[in-house]
């Protein structure tokens, strides 16, 4: 999986719309771009998934720039219940194992 | 109903115990996987498997071992828990897109 960098944490509030943007420079041409998001003390959720240009689905939408070098997370009018930790994953799938690393992620920390 | 369950979802054993954790799944997906959870280390992989006669080690299976029982059941067995082994246990399937896996809700285990 490639390298990826994401800030450590994020402040919103309620109402608000909210960008994760994930650094991913070494990116490939195979690569896929998959967000997850993990609430405390449950497994990670997929999110989306995206390849190039905007990709939206009922939870987010995830903008992807034509060098695909980046990708930004867009959660529409978060809720408390968006508080949790945000992960950026790239990679193709093809490991031997299918293992997913995690890095960090993002802390959001939605405020009324 | 959810896809990917996991019990107990909590347990506290003593030094010693032999213990199973047990991981079920309704996705009808052929690869399975344990990972466990520590504050700070991100999730580390346990044990894989490719189908009911493919299991393989991840990169901290000592102390360790599983048994696939059907597509549908995959499950993790500590022979001698020790208080190292305390942390979030997820199981989890791996889906048809690049890089997507279903995580059950996650069982955690205190060993005393």
């Known amino acids: 999986l490639a390298k990826t960098t994401q800030p450590i944490s994020m402040d919103s509030y309620e109402g608000q719309e909210v960008n994760i943007t994930c650094s991913h420079n070494n990116i490939a041409t195979n690569d896929y771009i998959t967000w997850y998001q993990q609430f405390p003390s449950q497994g990670p959720r997929f999110i989306i998934q995206g390849y190039k240009t905007k990709v939206t689905n009922e939870v987010a939408s995830l903008f992807i720039p034509a060098d695909r070098k980046s990708s930004t997370l867009s959660l529409p009018r978060v809720s408390l219940s968006d508080t949790a930790v945000y992960y950026c994953?790239?990679?193709?799938?093809?490991?031997?194992?299918?293992?997913?690393?995690f890095g960090q992620g993002t802390t959001l920390q939605v405020k009324p | 109903d959810a896809d990917v369950t996991q019990t107990p979802r909590n347990r506290i054993t003593k030094t010693g115990k032999r213990i199973m954790l047990e991981c079920s799944q309704t996705?009808?997906?052929?690869?399975m996987y344990w990972y466990r959870q520590d504050p700070g280390l991100g999730l580390r992989l346990i044990y894989y498997s490719f189908d009911v006669k493919d299991i393989n080690k991840g990169e901290i299976s000592d102390g360790y071992s599983v048994s696939r029982q059907a597509q549908a059941k995959f499950s993790l067995s500590l022979e001698s828990a020790i208080p190292n082994q305390t942390a979030l246990y997820f199981c989890?399937?791996?889906?048809?897109?690049?890089?997507?896996?279903?995580f059950g809700p996650g069982t955690r285990l205190t060993v005393l």
């Open positions: 994953l790239v990679g193709d799938g093809s490991s031997n194992t299918g293992k997913l690393i």
């Open positions: 989890a399937t791996r889906g048809r897109l690049v890089n997507t896996q279903y």
């Open positions: 996705k009808g997906h052929d690869r």
